[in-house]
């Protein structure tokens, strides 16, 4: 198994930015796929970013394509988000997640492993 813990969320300003992280404890981190979601009162959990286990792939969810960059260091057991030029749509709770193949998913029921979620909001 493997523990997550997401920080780095807080209020901004619409244009802002703001990095999310998301360390993981247990099994070996780079035996894992990640993903970032992100879910809004109200609304289903979307998917926002997700990366191979080697960092070497990535892909994102066209609303934050070209502002949001996903990364990893398996170093140092850590998952990024680096979340720029933000908008008030963004406002939601960040969970980073965990699927125990290679490759990463935007389909949120493929991830077995979950934090505890991080608020990020966005004030226009």
């Known amino acids: 198994q493997v523990q997550l813990v997401e920080s780095g969320g807080g209020l901004v300003q619409a244009g802002g930015s703001l990095r999310l992280s998301c360390a993981a404890s247990g099994r070996t981190f780079s035996s894992y796929a990640m993903g970032w979601f992100r879910q809004a009162p109200g609304k289903e959990r979307e998917f926002v970013a997700t990366i191979s286990w080697s960092g070497g792939s990535t892909d994102y969810a066209d609303s934050v394509k070209g502002r949001f960059t996903i990364s990893r260091d398996n170093a140092k057991n850590t998952l990024y988000l680096q979340m720029n030029s933000l908008k008030p749509e963004d406002t939601a709770v960040y969970y980073c997640?965990?699927?125990?193949?290679?490759?990463?998913?935007?389909?949120?029921?493929?991830?077995?492993?979950w934090g505890q979620g991080t608020q990020v909001t966005v004030s226009s």
């Open positions: 997640a965990a699927r125990y193949f290679r490759g990463g998913s935007s389909n949120h029921h493929e991830y077995a492993y």
